[in-house]
């Protein structure tokens, strides 16, 4: 007998695997302007753990759905708790399998929002903008200054 899965390149997963989907506030650099976002995005167990403790997070929401609420078809779709301005973040699919293996792994962190419902109590600061288009630099001004004899053996 053979299940049901939900996404073809993730055959573990199934419609009734449980996930926690979050509503972040992000920001998008656009010409000298600085421009909010809100982005759903999956949050696996260990953070969901981490932001339950009450560090700050860009999170305003939490909420546990099944993989298969998600699914229309074979596209996602946003469900209608969260606003309709909000869009979903980047490299869903592979973010969404990861996030509801670490619930498979560790399923006593189901506990913590029950499927259907929305978990608002975040310790939410903007303090530390998340920003999503930025592009990192490198440049040889960036490379620390070693000792001459660092990879030598004395």
Known sequence: ???????????????EDYLVLGLAV?????????LPVQVVEPIPSSALEALLK????????????TVGELLDGTTLK????????????????????????????????????EVGTTFDGF???LERKRLLNIERV?????????HRYTHEVL
């Open 1 to 15: 007998m053979t299940s049901a899965t939900a996404l073809p390149n993730a055959p573990d997963i199934t419609p």
């Open 26 to 34: 992000c920001f998008v650099r656009e010409d000298d302007e600085i």
């Open 54 to 65: 009450g560090i700050p997070t860009s999170y305003k929401l939490a909420y546990a759905t």
């Open 78 to 113: 946003i469900p209608q708790t969260f606003p309709p301005d909000c869009q979903l973040g980047e490299n869903i699919v592979e973010r969404l399998v990861a996030a509801v293996r670490t619930y498979k792994k560790r399923p006593e962190a189901r506990q913590h929002i």
């Open 123 to 125: 310790a939410h600061n």
């Open 138 to 146: 490198v440049s040889t001004e960036d490379n620390v200054k070693q």
